[in-house]
């Protein structure tokens, strides 16, 4: 059993989102997992990308936004669920003025190399 407190966890920030890893592939017995929660700050597109190798589950937390998967767009406020899966193109999109953020629990994410495809 591993415990993290709220307090605990690395911060990434990117320009069109930032992360805080709650779990690392270093936490998890089986390889390639990954738990981080991901805030897209308000009026912001997250770059459209995909992922050759990992699928994402994503649960929202709070907030509004579209979240687009393969040319369609969904509507994401807390409580929803999405599962990307491998080549599934996607991004979030805030149109809101605050915060929209969601935990991403990534699965068969490599080790060894960046498996994100930015399309722009």
């Excluded at 998890?28 to 990954?34: C, N, R, S």
């Excluded at 990992?54 to 509507?75: K, M, R, S, W």
């Excluded at 994401?76 to 990307?84: H, L, N, Q, V, Y």
């Excluded at 899966?85 to 003025?97: F, L, M």
């Amino acid at each position: 059993m591993k415990h993290r407190p709220a307090t605990d966890g690395q911060e990434i920030v990117k320009k069109d989102y930032r992360k805080k890893i709650i779990f690392s592939l270093d936490d998890f017995d089986e390889k390639g997992h990954l738990l981080q929660v991901v805030t897209i700050p308000p009026s912001t597109r997250q770059r459209l990308h995909s992922h050759k190798k990992q699928t994402e589950v994503f649960y929202i937390l709070e907030g509004e936004a579209t979240i687009a998967i393969n040319d369609v767009d969904y509507p994401a406020s807390p409580g929803d669920a999405f599962i990307c899966s491998p080549g599934d193109v996607h991004n979030v999109w805030n149109k809101t003025d605050k915060e929209f953020r969601l935990v991403v629990f990534k699965i068969n994410l490599p080790e060894d190399k960046e498996d994100s495809h930015w399309q722009e």
